[in-house]
């Protein structure tokens, strides 16, 4: 099969397109076969902290056909629709065909494409385990996502009104139009405004992207209001990981969110977007060749949602 395979000797992208053995599933596995796979901060963290696969194939969230299955599947048989986020199951999704454990993976939607069914699993989930596990949003809620124009923003912006909340986004310039048709009631150009400097009050901020001084994020928030530390540059990572706990005195949380694939979560949000509620935001598509093309892009951190590689 064609795949994408990661080799340290390969410079400067060490992402190699090349024909390898296609996988055997085991009893407990399905083998599918890939339409679609999207990229994650997660690939190219992962390949800059030397955390490497161990089939040295990256991309996590996949949406595929069942071509077969093991003896001990119960649920899935060839054939089937699926998507799923692998990344806490080897990743693997930048080739032809993967095998995965059927916990991976729930069943796509007919009226889900393969495209949106790969960019919605890792950053859709991310967004809902902030927002309804971290912060417990509740109708009325108001909320700041800083970093609202990416994979996992632009999910949140549309989660955020699912939930009957009032979303105000942070975005540079060319993002702001975007943010406002995904449901934002208010946009922060960070370009030009600086919303530490302002006056409003949030009862959930989710920092999702930028470097901003824990302070000033606790300050921005209103009594009782909880900041939910999601990504971002690797110093607001360790800033907050390392001190968001002393600050969480008082009515204010300062806490961190580590997203887990869960299947009911995945089951929940292709629920909302079969129904046309959320709707993944895709930036731009590539096919598996120019693989590190797209992972060279979204490197540079300022996709507008989700990068999709279409593989058949
Ligand atoms: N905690 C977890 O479990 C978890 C799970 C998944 C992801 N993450 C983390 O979440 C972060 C976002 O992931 P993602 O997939 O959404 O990334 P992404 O798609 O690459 O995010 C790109 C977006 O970030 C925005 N951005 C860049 N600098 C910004 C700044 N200073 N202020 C506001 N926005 C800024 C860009 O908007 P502009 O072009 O408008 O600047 C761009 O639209 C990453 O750091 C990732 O590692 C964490």
Same mark, same amino acid.
């Given at each position: 099969m064609k795949a994408v395979v990661y080799d340290k !000797?390969? =410079?400067?992208?060490?992402l190699v397109f090349c024909d390898i053995d296609k996988p055997v599933p085991d009893e407990n596995e399905v083998l599918i076969k890939i339409h679609a796979v999207s990229l994650n901060a997660a690939d190219y963290r992962s390949i800059k902290m030397g955390m490497i696969p161990k089939r040295k194939i990256f991309g996590a969230d996949i949406a595929g056909r069942i071509e077969s299955a093991g003896k001990?599947? @119960? $649920?899935f048989k060839p054939g089937d629709e699926v998507l799923g986020d692998l990344g806490s199951y080897g $990743? +693997? +999704?930048? @080739?032809?065909y993967v095998t995965a454990p059927e916990k991976a993976l729930i069943m796509k939607p007919g009226s889900v494409s393969f495209e949106e069914g790969a960019a919605l699993p890792m950053a859709a989930m991310t967004a809902l385990q902030a927002l309804?596990? !971290? @912060?417990?949003i509740k109708k009325g809620d108001r909320v700041l996502i800083v970093?609202? =124009?990416g994979g996992v923003g632009t999910f949140a912006l549309q989660l955020a009104r699912y939930f009957e909340a009032s979303a105000t986004g942070v975005c540079s310039s060319g993002n702001v139009q975007q943010a406002l048709s995904l449901g934002a009631d208010h946009v922060i150009d960070y370009k030009k405004d600086d919303f530490t400097k302002m006056k409003e009050r949030y009862n959930i901020i989710l920092g999702i992207n930028g470097n901003y001084p824990l302070l000033k994020y606790r300050k921005a928030l209103a009594p009782g209001g909880t900041y939910v530390?999601? +990504?971002?540059s690797l110093s607001q990572i360790f800033k907050s990981l390392t001190l968001g706990w002393i600050l969480s005195s008082g009515s204010k949380k300062m806490t961190s969110l580590a997203a887990k694939a869960k299947q009911p979560d995945l089951e929940f949000l292709a629920k909302l977007l079969e129904k046309g509620i959320i709707k993944p935001v895709i930036d731009r598509r590539y096919t598996l060749e120019q693989a590190a093309e797209a992972m060279n892009y979204i490197k540079q951190g300022h996709s507008a949602g989700k990068v999709v590689i279409n593989i058949s």
């Open positions: !000797k390969n =410079s400067p992208d060490r001990n599947i @119960a $649920f $990743f +693997g +999704g930048l @080739a032809e309804r596990d !971290k @912060a417990l970093g609202c =124009s530390m999601v +990504g971002g």
